[in-house]
Nanobody, 117 residues
Framework: QVQVAESGGGLVQPGGSMRLSCAVS????????VGWYRQAPGKERELVAQ???????TYVDSVKGRFTISRDNNWNTVYLQMNNLKPEDTAVYYC???????????WGRGTQVIVSS
C-alpha cells in the first residue's frame, strides 16, 4: 500500500524560500507521477507542479520561474523548492502520488505554508 507524507511547511516572509518534501512508500517509485497541489481558504485545490516518470515537469503559470519540482528516485522523495514566495502562495500544500496503472492517486495529509510579514 502506498503512503505519502509531506514535510517542510511553516511561516516565511514574502520574498523568502522554503522547500517541501514528499516521501512516498511503494515499489517502483521511479514510475510514479507525483504532484504538488495546494488549497487556500475558500478556494479549490489546484495543481502547482507535477513530475512524471521520465522527469517531465509542469507548473501552474503563477509559480513558473519561482518554484521547482524535483525527484530523488533513490530516496522515493519529491521536493518542491519555492523561491520568492508571495502572500498568495499561502495554502495547505498536498502531495499526490499515482502509481501504474495510473488513475488512483494516494494523497498526503498536507503541510501548511504561510507567507506573511
Amino acid at each position: 500500500q502506498v503512503q505519502v507524507a509531506e514535510s517542510g511547511g511553516g511561516l516565511v516572509q514574502p520574498g523568502g524560500s522554503m522547500r517541501l518534501s514528499c516521501a512516498v512508500s511503494g515499489r517502483l517509485f521511479s514510475l510514479y507521477v507525483v504532484g504538488w497541489y495546494r488549497q487556500a481558504p475558500g478556494k479549490e485545490r489546484e495543481l502547482v507542479a507535477q513530475t512524471t516518470r521520465d522527469d517531465r515537469t509542469t507548473y501552474v503559470d503563477s509559480v513558473k520561474g519561482r518554484f521547482t519540482i524535483s525527484r530523488d528516485n533513490n530516496w522515493n522523495t519529491v521536493y518542491l523548492q519555492m523561491n520568492n514566495l508571495k502572500p498568495e502562495d499561502t495554502a495547505v500544500y498536498y502531495c499526490s502520488a499515482d502509481s501504474p496503472p495510473l488513475g488512483n492517486p494516494t494523497w498526503g495529509r498536507g503541510t501548511q505554508v504561510i507567507v506573511s510579514s
